[in-house]
């Protein structure tokens, strides 16, 4: 059974951190790319990074970059997402996707969700202010 499963979400003050973690079975997912995006109530998914399958290259949306930093350990099947800065508008649930296509080059779509053929349950980031 394929499972994604995130981890680390909370309530944190604006300017603090989290680290969110996406623990990943049933599949050799380490040689697929991983990506995390978030739906915030009444908005779209959102993607906002992802990491190509050997973890060499990582892609970012402007409205993250240089405050969170994705990363992953491919002997343990997870990826992280280290959230730094945090702003109100982050709050958002976040979730992990796994990319369809082993071995793939995400570079062109890694922020499509056709993309990804695996999701995790979700887990819950709120920022106050």
């Known amino acids: 059974q394929v499972q994604l499963v995130e981890s680390g979400g909370g309530l944190v003050q604006a300017g603090g951190s989290l680290r969110l973690s996406c623990a990943a079975s049933?599949?050799?997912?380490?040689?697929?790319?991983m990506g995390w995006c978030r739906q915030a109530p009444g908005t779209e998914r959102e993607f906002i990074a992802a990491?190509?399958?050997?973890?060499?290259?990582?892609y970012y949306q402007d409205s993250v970059k240089g405050r969170f930093t994705i990363s992953r350990d491919r002997a343990k099947n997870t990826v992280y997402l280290q959230m730094n800065s945090l702003k109100p508008e982050d709050t958002a649930v976040y979730y992990c996707a796994a990319d369809r296509i082993a071995f793939g080059t995400i570079r062109s779509r890694w922020a499509s969700e056709a993309s990804y053929d695996y999701w995790g349950q979700g887990t819950q980031v709120t920022v106050s202010s």
């Open positions: 049933g599949r050799p997912f380490r040689n697929y790319g």
């Open positions: 990491v190509n399958w050997d973890g060499g290259t990582t």
